[in-house]
């Protein structure tokens, strides 16, 4: 059975009608002017019936509170809602699933100057919301926030009411794609969900869900470009207002440094650009003393009406990012990237929003010397994204858009395809960490549909911006590729002793040093490798080294050193990212042991042997191209000679046998 078929009616409506371009989606951020009302908690919950899904729609469950409608548990939001029960059926339900709960607005709110705003951060896959009775948005796409003007349906100084539908079909014009399919069981006919993509389908509304306050009249949009000319930095913005189109509104912005003074005060008009003298740069983190320096933009409108002003401001990282067919600089100087691919994964809450857990992570990153990562392969939370901005971590930003090769229904899904670019580069657009934008991982880009296609695809992102270069991580063989040829960076994935030659760490060097070189020559763009390691279970130990087994681990990781060294010294690779940081949940397949091991670090956040090698090289590498010093316990102390070494320099024998 085709899922589109069995999908409830509003959802179908959604899949198609959500492509519309919307408003600006500034994030909720607390000022003079707007209030912000947190939505997370435990909500109720309830699954629909997986041969009936619209049940709940054609039932009218978002008219009352869900526990009146039959038997509902609690769920955490943020949360995926897979891991949080013992209940396999909710694990691996396909279909719709219900939330609500009920909250109360002040009635001060009430007013013909305010505007309220329901924002929901993230739900996968899509959602239909419900407040007090009346549909105020259907969204499709798991990983942008959707938002509706909320003001005219809520009941001030009353008890209101949200209901969420959300859906977690994946289908041919769904990105990621997917496919449902009946199996038959022993309590008859089950709907399965299956994907190509290596990680676990976590539904439910992962990321926070707020309602906040603006004036009637407010800033709907701002956009940033930065330059740097000699030591003066330029801001070029772009203010969009919201609101009654019949009253006219100034817009004036204002500039402060990281202390709060004023560099700029007060320019008049809704774009422009600022000059800042000898302007503190951003600069990721470990390229120079002071990463990170951000700025703040501060914007705000006002009119002759009675309308009170609104008041946004937005962080601001000036630098000056450039390419060319061998390099990507910042601010003039080449960056080589070292670090990973990710996910938004972790045990319980899934892929559900988590501030102990990302502070982890980038305390982790910083640790081990990384300087970037790849949101593989889906936008990450903003505030994950935050930290990045904050911290001087440069991002590979990726759009959902992973295993796309099902071209039956091309038109349809270029346009979903093209749809998440434009909704990622609307919310991460000003964003100085985002060095690059990844428009797709191992696509299937050697038939024949996919030169068009992704050169549709790269049309449209470089229409959107044209200030980063865009890339994708490629894995089909280099002469049978039809993509790269319209990418600006080109990124290959590829795991040499792994998939490839499984045990063979002999085979790694040269198999590296000859595909990068063979990309680098059919395309004549810059190349780094997205992908390489292996599945490794923490604690096992073999000696010699064998598939599994941390040692072995640690050995595929060193041979992929040797041949990024020789690499480096052609000029045209700019980077390394190891599959993966932190091990990840996966659907269930022998293939893999309670999900995929490949994490230098397992999925609690621990390190395995391989973190300490990476972090040897991760700050060797910051050292000789940053002229960073590294951290004092990099090494241990093992003997009176290695101690000289420390100290003075001594020639490099005596460092092998630490």
């Known amino acids: 059975m085709g899922c589109v078929q069995w999908l409830s009616a509003p959802l179908v409506t959604m899949l198609m009608t959500s492509l519309v371009a919307a408003d600006g989606i500034l994030y909720p951020t607390e000022s003079e002017s707007r209030i912000i009302h947190s939505l997370d908690g435990i909500w109720a919950f309830r699954l629909a019936n997986e041969s009936e899904s619209s049940v709940g729609h054609r039932e009218g469950w978002y008219k009352q509170e869900l526990r009146k409608t039959g038997r509902t548990i609690a769920m955490p939001v943020p949360a995926s809602y ?4 013992q209940d396999k059926v909710v694990r691996d339900h396909v279909g719709v699933a219900w939330y609500d709960r009920t909250f109360y607005i002040p009635r001060k709110w009430n007013s013909s100057d305010t505007k309220i705003w329901l924002r929901f951060a993230g739900v996968h896959y899509a959602a239909d919301v419900f407040v007090n009775g009346e549909l105020v948005a259907s969204h499709a796409g798991g990983h942008v926030p959707f938002q509706a003007d909320v003001t005219s349906v809520l009941q001030y100084g009353q008890k209101n009411l949200i209901s969420v539908a959300v859906n977690n079909t994946l289908t041919d014009i769904t990105v990621p794609q997917g496919e449902v399919q009946q199996l038959q069981t022993d309590a008859g006919a089950r709907f399965v969900q299956y994907y190509k993509f290596d990680f676990f389908n976590y539904a439910g509304i992962h990321r926070p869900v707020v309602l906040y306050t603006t004036p009637s009249i407010y800033i709907d949009d701002i956009s940033v470009n930065t330059d740097v000319n000699d030591d003066t930095g330029v801001i070029e913005y772009v203010v969009r207002v919201g609101g009654d189109t019949k009253t006219r509104a100034t817009v004036s912005v204002s500039l402060l440094d990281r202390d709060g003074n004023y560099v700029i005060r007060n320019v008049v008009g809704d774009q422009g650009n600022l000059q800042v003298p000898q302007a503190r740069l951003w600069w990721p983190y470990l390229m120079n003393p002071e990463p990170a320096y951000l700025y703040t933009l501060e914007v705000r409108t006002s009119t002759e009406s009675a309308v009170p002003e609104d008041v946004y401001r937005l962080p601001v990282g000036i630098r000056k990012l450039g390419w060319t067919n061998t390099s990507v600089t910042m601010n003039g100087k080449a960056i080589y990237i070292r670090g990973f691919g990710r996910h938004e994964d972790s045990a319980i809450r899934g892929k559900g929003h988590d501030y102990p857990l990302i502070t982890r992570d980038y305390n ?7 300087n970037a990562y790849r949101t593989s392969h889906y936008p990450y939370s903003e505030e994950i994204m935050d930290f990045a901005d904050r911290e001087g971590i440069m991002i590979i930003n990726e759009c959902p858009g992973v295993d796309i090769g099902s071209y039956g ?15 990622l580069h609307r ?3 000003n964003r100085p960490s985002v060095v690059m934008w990844s428009v797709a991982n191992e696509a299937l880009t050697a038939s024949p549909e996919a030169y068009g296609y992704f050169r ?8 959107l911006d044209i200030s980063r270069p865009i890339t994708m991580a490629l894995n089909k063989p280099c002469n049978l590729d039809l993509a790269g040829e319209f990418m600006d960076v080109i990124g290959f994935n590829r795991y040499n002793a792994w998939y490839v030659n499984s045990g063979r760490t002999d085979t790694i060097i040269q198999n590296v040093k000859e595909e990068a070189l063979n990309w680098h020559k059919k395309y004549n763009k810059p190349v780094l490798m ?12 073999l000696s010699p080294e064998y598939i599994w087994s941390e040692e072995y681990q640690v050995k595929l990781l060193s041979k992929h050193f040797e041949a990024f060294d020789q690499l480096r010294n052609e000029s045209f690779f700019i980077g390394e990212m190891i599959w993966n940081f932190a091990d990840f949940n996966t659907a269930q397949t022998y293939v893999r042991v309670g999900g995929n091991k490949k994490g230098v670090f397992t999925r609690d956040r621990q390190p395995k042997a391989s973190a300490q090698l990476v972090r040897k090289r991760y700050w060797a590498l910051a050292e000789e191209l940053d002229s960073v010093t590294p951290p004092d316990d990099l090494s241990e102390y093992v003997h009176e000679s290695h101690a000289k070494y420390l100290e003075t320099g001594l020639p490099d024998v005596w460092v092998t046998s630490v």
């Open 82 to 85: 897979n891991d949080i029960t």
């Open 364 to 370: 982790l990153i910083k640790w081990i010397g990384a």
């Open 409 to 423: 229904f091309k038109d349809e899904l270029l346009e979903a395809h093209k749809t998440a670019l434009t909704r």
């Open 427 to 429: 919310r991460d657009k």
């Open 456 to 463: 549709d695809i790269a049309d449209h992102m470089k229409a």
């Open 530 to 541: 997205t992908e390489y390691g292996g599945d490794t279970m923490a604690g096992l130990h």
